[in-house]
């Protein structure tokens, strides 16, 4: 634990030095290729810094946060797009840095936005917090309720994660932030659930640096009204690139390419989704009750066939439990460590005083 916080130290002060290069970078060179070239570096760095972490817990976010987020945000910065771009003047680093390297974004119009309450938090921590009875009866639980049920874990644990690193950079930036997570099993479509309600950081990113570029380009030929339909496949195919390296870099084992399929399929068959209501005209459409239950159910079945098997391969749920007992072990040390220290200013204060 102790060798795993020094290494995660150590890719902070990396994330934190090489932005601070980028930001020099964007205040001395105009926006384009002139501009990417001295970033690429940086970029390159990224890729490889979450090999320095072994855990799933500290590995797997900052593959997410700094390989997959930080570099595309570089990429737009590069071209003066994206969040970290802002006219006439540039960011200021107290805030590029944040903004570059974790899931954040800045809410537009925070005063038509509702929080969700401690209470929703509340339940889904104890929700989690049923994770290890369930991993510690595994032999006795049928493999498919065991995915079912990680795969419930697994959402509410990237939520609270996520949650909480949005809090802290909230209270460091005095801000208000768009949401990661909004209630997804409430989804009444494909497009509900992965436009608005699933990881809204990696969908916010997709979009300018995959979506609207390849939705230009294929315009020219198809023209704009059928031109989402390869945008919308080609996000999701490098979001199932993105995804594959973050598996990697969790359990160091060759990709299967499951999880590419994954999101492959689901860019198709929302793809074909947008294709039917803009043939229809948005004019028929199923019960939001029938349509939700359909979408949620085919997120949970693709899943459990393509998504979490791949997950498992990495022995993810035995590394998290172990992980989890190691903190817990871990509190209960530090926590010893301090009521001894109690104890023993007691007895010196005992001794002055006599």
Not at 98 to 104: E, N, T
Not at 119 to 139: R, V
Not at 162 to 172: D, E, P, Y
């Amino acid at each position: 634990m102790e060798g795993e916080i020094n290494n995660l130290v150590m890719v902070w002060i990396t994330v934190v030095a090489s932005l601070c290069y980028c930001h020099t970078i964007g205040k001395i060179i105009t926006p384009g290729t002139t501009r990417l070239i001295p970033i690429l570096p940086v970029i390159l760095i990224f890729l490889v810094l979450p090999l320095s972490l072994r855990t799933i817990f500290l590995g797997g976010p900052i593959s997410f946060f700094v390989a997959w987020l930080a570099n595309f945000k570089l990429l737009l910065f590069a071209y003066g797009k994206g969040p970290l771009s802002s006219n006439p003047l540039p960011l200021p680093l107290s805030r590029f840095i944040p903004l570059a390297s974790f899931p954040i974004k800045i809410q537009d119009n925070p005063i038509n936005k509702q929080k969700k309450s401690l209470t929703n938090y509340a339940i889904k921590a104890l929700i989690l917090s049923t994770i290890i009875p369930i991993q510690q009866n595994k032999s006795s639980i049928h493999p498919n309720v065991f995915l079912f049920l990680y795969s419930i874990y697994m959402y509410i644990a990237l939520e609270i994660i996520l949650a909480t690193v949005a809090a802290s950079v909230r209270a460091a930036l005095c801000v208000e932030l768009e949401p990661q997570f909004e209630e997804p099993y409430l989804s009444t479509s494909l497009q509900d659930f992965w436009g608005r309600r699933w990881n809204l950081m990696a969908s916010a990113i997709l979009r300018p640096t995959v979506y609207v570029p390849v939705r230009t380009v294929t315009s020219r030929w198809i023209g704009r009204k059928w031109a989402p339909v390869p945008a919308v496949i080609a996000a999701f195919l490098v979001s199932g690139i993105m995804h594959e390296l973050i598996f990697y870099n969790i359990g160091r084992l060759k990709p299967t390419w499951e999880v590419t399929w994954f999101f492959a399929l689901h860019g198709i068959c929302l793809a074909a989704e947008v294709s039917v209501k803009k043939a229809v005209n948005e004019k028929w459409r199923l019960p939001p009750l029938v349509s939700g239950f359909l979408a949620v159910a085919f997120v949970m079945a693709t899943g459990l066939w393509l998504f979490l098997p791949a997950l498992m391969r990495l022995e993810a749920d035995v590394m998290a439990y172990r992980e989890m007992i190691a903190f817990i072990d871990f509190i209960k040390s530090v926590s010893n460590i301090e009521l001894r220290m109690d104890k023993v200013i007691i007895v010196f204060s005992a001794l002055r005083s006599s």
